[in-house]
């Protein structure tokens, strides 16, 4: 009787599975809870399956243990559809249910072996390890599942399913570029965590990883069709009858069950906690506010002028409008060179409630982070600023004093300064600005009174040769090239401005991605006249991956990098992005992170030219 009910089943299935597939998560899962529509059932097995096993192949080393949770996750989804609260957003929920039960199966194996342990030692049953777990993808399940579901749901459906930023973006009803920028925000997070718990990966590599993960996840067809045939069985109360369902399986989903529901219990016990503590708190308020004034009722005089509430002051804020150029920085305890940021013009252009980080390029192009909106807080000590970047807020300090502004800001998002001295080994900076009257534009040299003539240097700098920019080899219609800002012999105390470019050598418009933290955090290769490495400190900071478009044949630089020459006797010192010592010398990045859309693994094989570089022990002319 139960054969001829599942083969029809299966017969219906194989009608109308085709007719499934078109329609979207929360389709098939009403469906499926309407009707039990076992067809919605397994479109949605087929479509999540390959996810759900990586989740759970990552977790676990045994294959067959892989197999049970695979299923108890399914089992769980059958049994608690009804109550998921955004069904557009099953991929996620899923995602968390098959870290937890993996979690647990992984927990009760431990038990089992435990066990065996203390009673006769068995030899353990020979088993076939079709994937061989690292030993760092179990952290990469454990920190992407403590990421906020916003963040979490982006790199489910993007990378560990395979979704583009378009299909996405239908799917949870929002913007295209709101995809984008949580997708870069959540891997950031993401490799920034992992880099916590000793997994070094930057921004593109995790995601050329988790594209990986997603394409090996094949699930075998014999898992696939045990789990539907599981769930149709279960339809009918003969699931445990007929051994679809083992007892391992379903005690596994029975635990799974009873955790969902004692969290589930907790969150509301601690909500109806917080709600009475808030009932508590409002009535004490309200009675040590009438306390306070006794006058309350007393009768006033009618003519006897009326408070009125005040607008929020606006002084800051007007204070704060336009162009303010950096004087000087300070990051991480040390204070910045200042050609770090004078010779690229940096500057913070405030137009109503959005602010601009701008500097210019060798060519005369305005790059940075533009149209960033921000906040004030006047009334704190010091002043609060919060700007919005990537999906995070960065918090901020500032102060006006005489006629300056002082900005102290944590890159990570961390924790807000609480002065203008910015603390060694961390992420803040601060800066010293100074807002011109008549500010000129980007690039434009500002003018200068007729008498003042200029200052003929003691000694004639080093003669300047033209900037050419050293490309590498095409891969993709892309070539990757670094260039000097000034190309010259420099001297000891000096500092060069290093710029990295990307050329579109195709027919059509490339989309692409870089990750503009991985220059910071990753100096190019440098070889001395010896050809022997020379190492350089890197520099770490907070950045996002950005996303941006090239025109066939155009160029563009993807990144602006300084590099600070200093004498061989301060080598001890061992600050960042400095080169010790004089020579000649070989500069080239041999791996650039570009990844083309759609977003595929980091093309390794794009690499600059290499640049010669001279440096000379005279110090700088006075």
Known sequence: ??????????????????????????????????????????????????MVWGVCRRVLTNHHDVEDAFQATFLVFVRRAASIASRDLLANWLYGVAHQTSLKARATAAKRKQRERQGTEMPEPATIEPHQTRDWEPLLDEELSRLPDKHRSVIVLCDLEGKTRKETAQQLGCAEGTVASRLARARALLAKRLTKRGVLLSGAALAAVLIQESASAAVPNTVVNSTINAVALAAVGRAAATGAVSVKVAALTEGVLKSMLMAKLKTAVMILFLVAMIGFGGGLFRHSTAAARPDD???????????????????????LQGTWYVKAMEEGGK?????????????????????????MTPDGRVVGQQGLAFT??????????????????????YAFEKGQLKLCIDLEGKSRPTSFKTVAGTQQRSYILQKKSAPAKLGQADEKPAA?????????????KETVTAWGKEADSMQVGIRFGKDRVYKVGETLTLIVRLRNNGKKDLPFF?????????????????????KIKERNIFGIIERSSLAPGKEVDLCILTLDFRPDADRKKDETWTLYGTGKFCIQYKDVP??????????????TGKLE????????PA
Not at 456 to 464: D, G, M, Q, R, Y
Not at 594 to 607: D, R
Not at 613 to 620: I, Q, R, S, T, Y
């Open 613 to 620: 570089l001279e440096v000379k022990a005279d110090p700088p």
């Open 514 to 534: 870089y990750d503009a933290e991985y220059f910071q955090k990753n100096p190019p290769l440098i070889t001395n006249a010896a050809g022997k490495p020379v």
């Open 335 to 359: 204070p910045q060179p200042k050609a770090r940021f004078e010779d690229v013009e940096m500057q913070l252009v405030v137009e109503g409630d959005k602010l601009s980080i701008l500097t």
């Open 297 to 319: 009722d007393m009768p006033r005089d009618a003519n006897a002028p009326q408070k009125q509430d005040q607008p929020k002051s606006q002084k800051d804020l007007e204070a």
């Open 376 to 397: 004030l807080d006047e009334k704190a000590s010091p002043k609060r600023l919060d700007v919005s970047k990537g999906g995070t807020t960065l918090l901020a300090v």
């Open 452 to 464: 003042e003539k200029p200052v003929e240097p003691a000694t004639k700098p080093e003669k300047e």
């Open 1 to 50: 009787m139960a054969t001829g009910h599942i083969n029809g089943v299966f017969q219906q299935l194989r009608r109308v599975l085709q007719d499934s597939t078109d329609l979207t998560d929360g389709q098939l899962l009403e469906h499926f809870i309407g009707q039990r529509d076992q067809a919605a059932f397994a479109t949605l097995v087929r479509r999540h399956g390959p």
């Open 594 to 607: 570009v990844v083309g859309e759609p977003l595929q693994a980091p093309t390794a094989v794009h690499a």
